[in-house]
């Protein structure tokens, strides 16, 4: 007999696995498939920065709220996720920088988020191998860094998770697999990030490739996630290709080193070139980061859309289709958030907030060039 679930969810990423706790635990009988395992697309090669970012009021409001619900899920589950409530600070190189850091700390307080300004000595008592020159930084103090793969099982604990299924085509509340099986459900959701095109053609979603860099271990080298004001502009513009500043210190003890942003399809493999600007960027920036034991280096691939917001919600096209895919670099952090909105569409429950600018229909409404 077809088996018959509440909810199919496709993807077991970060997103897909957020989306199919907050089914199940609105009593849901849900699955999740991946056609590989729980974690290994982009999720697994990323980052895990939980960050509040105000590039628009719409991703403002969404990472403020997945912010939140990601302190009070990690907070419980802190060795689980690899939980560190280090906080971020955007570093100011220059005068207009730090005019810069003024209007961020105006806008975040607006949204209560809490932020202190920096001078620049303050900054060097934070942060004392940064290089020598730098105006100041924001600090924003209630960001945190999780392990992306270990919260994606988490959230999956007491799921019906199915790997190594990978889905061919989906149909009015229904499914195919790879093998042939076909699944039944009320609501499928196509959560498969930079890969969800392929199972609903017409998503406007593009891989864009990041290079990071895991170090050995060299404990209190760096004490915060560090970010170049400049990495706003590298992730706004739509550019081929661009590189900013973006460390990150492990519990591990370990750093992790970023980022570029690429449009080069699915080539996997290292750019030595993009590498290469990468490190002295960062270098530039904290120049004793060249003694540092470099272990490894990765690519990834973040699922962009046209307008940077993610798609979230119904897709007509198709009976029971709901979207929750599309979240370039932010997907770590919004993930929790993306999952709220669509299980309140879902539920008809009163939205957490405005889920108009994130709905995924938009892009029929306004088809992309
Ligand atoms: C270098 C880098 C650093 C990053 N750092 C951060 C960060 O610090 N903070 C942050 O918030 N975000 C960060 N991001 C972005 C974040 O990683 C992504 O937005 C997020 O992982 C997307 O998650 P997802 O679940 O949508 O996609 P994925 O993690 O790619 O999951 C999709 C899943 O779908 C499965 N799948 C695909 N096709 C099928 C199919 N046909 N059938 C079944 N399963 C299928 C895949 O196997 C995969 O497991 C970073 C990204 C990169 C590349």
Redesign the pocket.
Known sequence: MTPKYDAIV????????ACARELHQAGMNVVA???????????????????VMDDSDAQLHLTSLSRDLWKNLAEEHAEAVEYNPCGTIWVAADEEEMEAVHSKARNYLDHDISVQVLDASSLYSLEPNLREDLKGGLRVVDDCVIY?PYSSRLLLEGIELREN????RILPHQIQLEDGTTLESDIVIN??????P??TPELPIQPR????VITDRYPEFCRHQLVELGYLKSAHKMEKESVAFNI?PRLSGQYLV??SREFAGWDDGVNRSVLGRMLSRACHYMPKLKDLMALRSW?????ATPDKLPLIGQWPQVAGLYI??G?????????LGTARLLADEILGRKPAIDPAPYRATRILENPPE
């Open positions: 496709i993807g077991a990423g970060i997103v897909g696995a498939l991946d056609a590989f395992k729980v974690g290994c697309g982009t999720t697994g090669g990323s980052m895990g920065h939980v960050v992306p299924s990978r889905v061919t959560a498969c990030g930079a890969a969800a392929q199972i490739k990041g290079h990071l990150q970023g980022s690519t990834g691939f973040r699922p929750a895919a979240h370039e670099g932010l997907g770590i952090t919004s993930s």
